[in-house]
């Protein structure tokens, strides 16, 4: 019986867990999936996706710095994709068609309240960086109905931006946008969306932001503290996490949009700690 294929397409990508992520997962499921990593020419993303289907591919995962392409390349979106303006899951329907999700914010959501048991509810948020993976999980990080969730960005402008797209969905959430050193009193939940810690910098935040009770969550993740969260825990935040999870996470969800089965994200994410 030959293997369904899958793949994900980045530049580059040979760092890219997602082929032993998912491979684990068909291991797991007992699906006949086989799944690769495409790096596609900067130039030539367009081309890259439609060659892939057209050999017969079933579906493709979408990394940097491809997803607003993957979004504008689509005939149809799901409603997270088009709020999302990016797409990382890609995949045709039963007429052809190119259909693009982003599962990125459920994966941020499902880590946070399932694996690191944080509830967002009612509290205050407090999310760093106004680019594209932060306008990917805004929408589902609004459908928990924190108390309060404040952009905080180098440019106020760009934050101001997104704050305006998804004022809709802020149903019983008080949501503002601010510069990075106006954030001030302590939050609940501290996520840093910056692609700062990949540099080895820091978004200029003060001390203050974090308490003892402060959990904080690098959207990025590293083999120990990223530097984000090596700050972070000098000031005393009372729980770290990476995007470890979030990885894992948003790849189940892109396994259950392709093939209707929800894989246990645990045991995956156990072996990538620890391997």
């Not at 019986?1 to 397409?9: E, I, P």
């Not at 999310?127 to 805004?138: I, M, P, T």
């Not at 995007?243 to 156990?270: C, D, H, N, Y």
Request: net charge negative; with cysteine; glycine share 10%.
């Amino acid at each position: 019986m030959n293997n369904d294929l899958y793949a994900v397409v980045g530049n580059p990508i040979s760092h890219s867990k997602s082929p032993r992520i998912h491979s684990l997962f068909a291991a797991q499921t007992g699906e006949a999936v086989e799944y690769t990593a495409i790096q596609a020419p900067l130039e030539e993303f367009a081309e890259t996706v439609r060659e892939f289907f057209a050999k017969g591919g079933k579906g493709l995962n979408v990394t940097v710095p491809f997803k607003e392409q993957a979004w504008s390349l689509a005939d149809r979106r799901s409603e997270r994709a088009e709020k999302a303006g990016a797409a990382n899951t890609l995949y045709q329907d039963e007429q052809g068609r190119l259909v693009a999700d982003n599962t990125d914010g459920v994966g941020l959501v499902t880590d946070l309240k399932v694996n690191a048991g944080v509830s967002l509810s009612g509290g205050r948020v407090l999310v760093l960086g106004a680019g594209g993976a932060v306008r990917g999980v805004l929408g589902p990080l609004l459908a928990e109905n924190p108390g309060e969730l404040v952009v905080a960005n180098r440019t106020v402008i760009k934050a101001d931006g997104l704050v305006s797209l998804f004022r809709p969905q802020a149903v019983a959430t008080e949501l503002s946008a601010c510069g990075f050193e106006a954030a001030t009193d302590p939050f609940d939940v501290i996520i840093n969306g910056t692609s700062a810690s990949l540099q080895g910098d820091l978004p200029p935040v003060p001390a203050g932001v974090i308490s003892p009770e402060t959990v904080v969550y690098d959207m990025m993740y590293a083999a120990g503290d990223t530097p984000f969260n090596a700050w972070a825990r000098g000031q005393g935040a009372g729980k770290v996490l990476d995007g470890l999870g979030m990885l894992v996470e948003q790849a189940a969800e892109s396994f259950r949009v392709w093939r209707g089965v929800k894989p246990e994200t645990a045991p995956v994410i156990e072996e990538l700690r620890n391997h």
